[in-house]
Structure formats: C-alpha cells, structure tokens
C-alpha cells in the first residue's frame, strides 16, 4: 500500500507517484504506441489538474479546509482508476515496466480510493483523506507531466527535479495520510463487519477485513523505508547525471 502505480510514459515510480525514470526503453514505443501515451498521459494531467482546481475552489468558498474531499470525490475515483490502464501498457509491451510490480502499485491506490474511503463514508471527513489527496494530486501532476514530455523528447530540467525532489516532503505525507485513513476506519469496519465473510458458510472460509486492514498496516513498516531510500538514491543517480551532462555542453 505505501507504492504507487508504475508510470504511464515508460520507466517505473515507486512511491506516491514518485520513483526511479529508468532508461530501460531499448527501441522505444513505436510511432503508435507513442502518441496514445501521448493523449494518455496528457489527459491524466488535465485530470489531476483539474482536482487540484477543485480543492484550490472549494477551500476559498469554504474558507475551510475540511471536508474538501466531497468537492472532488467523483474526478479523483475517475482519473485514479484510470491508472489500471497502466498494467495493459506494461501486459502489452508498450512500457517496459513489471507488469505484476505495476498492479500491485497501481491496485493499492485504487484499494485506498475504492476500498477503504468510497466504502467506510464515516472517514471521508478525515482530514488524513485530504493529506493523501494533496500529497497525490500533485505527485501525479508532476509525474505524468514528466512523462509527456519525456514522450517527446523535450523535459525541461524542472519539472525533473520537481519529480525527484518533491517526494522527499509528498512521499511521507502521502503515506501517513493513507495509515490515518485505514486507522480511522478500523472501528466502523468491525462495527459493520464490513466485507468479512463469517464461518459457517457453504465455502467453508472466512475473511476478517479489519484484520486485512491491519496486515495492510503493518506491511508499510518495511516497504516504507526501502522505498524512501531506493528513490533516494534515484535522485542522487538522476539529478547528479543532469549536472554533469549540463557542464560537457
């Protein structure tokens, strides 16, 4: 749950929308294939954008900033579930990204959206649910930004180090918004029974969901830290090569 769904322009990201740009393209997406990831990651950027405006309108109207997810509840469910279109790109080749990395990143978002604030209403009034929208809302702007321009060959130093940078303070934020949210929700979870499937049944299974929400918890605790550090690294990799290559010209 502390990942993020792999890029839709080519290369993969590991955190809330941040990650590693990996120059692994060989040949590159045909001519095709390049201009629907054009269109794609281009829409996606209107669409966060257009949350963004969203949460930017509804806090001056309100002159408050709780509660602001119901003014861009529907455009967040839309464009986050929009990013299951990301594992077709890695399933059919067209950016080379794990594909079972890529749905697992991918899927924990649409968990959170889906599964978690769409189903337990009671935390939609968190302000944790606000943390995490801030905290994706501009990590994808950034993120699909720097793959539509990455798609035409033109990124400008930037929004480069925007992508690289910015996780340093959006990464925490991101995730201790999402462990709040999940924590808030326990109690009404267990309170309803939630998506838990009780013994006996003509299955013979169970499924507890307050405890999956828990081990869903608990599995930050190492992946939290690898990631942080890995994308670390990243920057370090990435922006020190920019230098370099800014001072041979």
Not at 40 to 61: E, F, H, K, P, S
Not at 202 to 225: A, C, G, H, R
Request: with cysteine; net charge positive.
């Amino acid at each position: 749950m502390a990942a993020s769904g792999s890029g839709g322009g080519g290369g993969s990201r590991a955190d809330n929308g941040y990650g590693s740009q990996q120059s692994r393209r060989r040949k590159g997406p045909g001519a095709l294939a390049t201009a629907y990831l054009v269109i794609y990651n281009v829409v996606m950027t209107a669409g966060w954008l257009v949350i963004a405006v969203g949460l930017v309108r509804a806090y001056l109207a309100k002159g408050s900033y709780h509660s602001l997810y119901y003014s861009i509840e529907k455009p967040l469910k839309f464009f986050q579930t929009g990013a299951l279109l990301e594992i077709l790109h890695c399933a059919f080749g067209i950016v080379p990204s794990s594909v079972v990395l890529t749905a697992f990143q991918v899927m924990s978002r649409v968990f959170l959206t889906w599964a978690v604030t769409h189903s337990v209403k009671e935390v939609q009034t968190e302000d944790s649910v606000l943390l995490f929208v801030v905290a994706w809302t501009i990590t994808e702007i950034i993120r699909y930004s720097f793959y539509t321009f990455s798609l035409l060959n033109h990124l400008p130093y930037l929004i480069k180090w925007a992508r690289y940078t910015l996780f340093i303070i959006l990464y925490p934020m991101g995730v201790s918004g999402e462990l709040l949210t999940i924590y808030a929700a326990l109690p009404f979870v267990r309170q309803s029974g939630l998506y838990s499937i009780s013994l006996p049944n003509k299955y013979n299974f169970s499924f507890d969901y307050y405890t999956f929400l828990i081990l869903v918890m608990i599995s930050y605790i190492p992946i939290f830290p690898q990631l942080y550090f890995h994308m670390l690294h990243q920057r370090r990799k990435v922006l020190s090569h920019t230098e370099e290559h800014k001072k041979s010209e």
